[in-house]
């Protein structure tokens, strides 16, 4: 079955660097990669996604890049804030049961962002 | 963005007891809806999908008897914890969408803990 990967488990950066998350995936079959964002006790938000058919999505700070062929994917965040603190959960979308996907999610970032 | 409503946000009860969490989705139709377990500072895991008008399909190694999924309409899913125990306090979360590769929207999530 599929199995995703994500690295690392935590990041600190000072305000304004970037970040970057990384994913890697096992099905080659999967053919969409959201990713979300936790806030402590709270549901993830949908913060981007990608689909197979595009190597590159971008949304103001936030890009995500896809690599097919390695079955890499990676989520960047430019000018970071404060506010980005959270954790940051990769997933790969895998379909059963007809129309039906399902997602696989990564482990988790522990984002931290230093003013 | 896609709303999704998520009640109660807490419970506390004592262990024997059943608890029902429902799961809404506000501003569109759900046929499908995904029940997920979190424990702290872990991944998602998915214990089952809920399809409107049919039996839930659940994962490896989750005991349909002991949560019981309904999804009676097209915007309601409800997940009953029977016979709560305490390794069964957890944060529970559900989502609605995933149809054809539709982004999921996650609920605020209810947090369990059985006394």
């Known amino acids: 079955g599929e199995n995703v990967e994500q690295h690392p488990s935590t990041l600190s950066v000072q305000e304004g660097d970037s970040a970057v998350i990384k994913c890697t995936y096992s099905?080659?079959?999967?053919?969409?990669f959201p990713w979300y964002k936790q806030e402590l006790g709270k549901g993830p938000q949908l913060i981007i996604d990608?689909?197979?058919?595009?190597g590159e999505k971008k949304d103001q700070r936030i890009a995500v890049t896809l690599n097919k062929t390695a079955k890499h994917f990676s989520l960047h965040i430019t000018e970071t804030q404060p506010e980005d603190s959270a954790v940051y959960f990769c997933?790969?979308?895998?379909?059963?049961?007809?129309?039906?996907?399902?997602?696989?999610f990564g482990t988790g970032t522990l984002l931290a962002v230093q003013p | 963005g896609a709303v999704v409503s998520q009640h109660p946000s807490r419970v506390i009860c004592k262990s024997g007891t059943s608890v029902k969490i429902e799961c809404r989705s506000l501003?569109?139709?759900?046929?499908?809806m995904f029940w997920y377990r979190q424990f702290p500072k872990q991944s998602l895991m998915l214990m089952a999908t809920?399809?409107?008008?049919?039996?839930?399909?659940?994962e490896q190694g989750v005991e349909k008897d002991k949560f019981l999924i309904n999804h009676a309409s097209l915007t309601l899913s409800t997940l009953t914890v029977t016979s709560a125990h305490p390794e069964d306090s957890s944060f529970y979360i559900c989502?609605?969408?995933?149809?054809?590769?539709?982004?999921?929207?996650f609920g605020d999530g209810t947090r369990l803990s059985i006394l």
């Open positions: 501003d569109f139709q759900a046929t499908t």
């Open positions: 990608i689909r197979s058919n595009v």
């Open positions: 099905d080659s079959a999967s053919n969409y």
């Open positions: 997933a790969a979308s895998i379909r059963y049961g007809g129309a039906t996907n399902k997602l696989i």
């Open positions: 989502s609605a969408g995933g149809r054809d590769n539709q982004p999921q929207h």
């Open positions: 809920s399809n409107e008008g049919s039996k839930a399909t659940y």
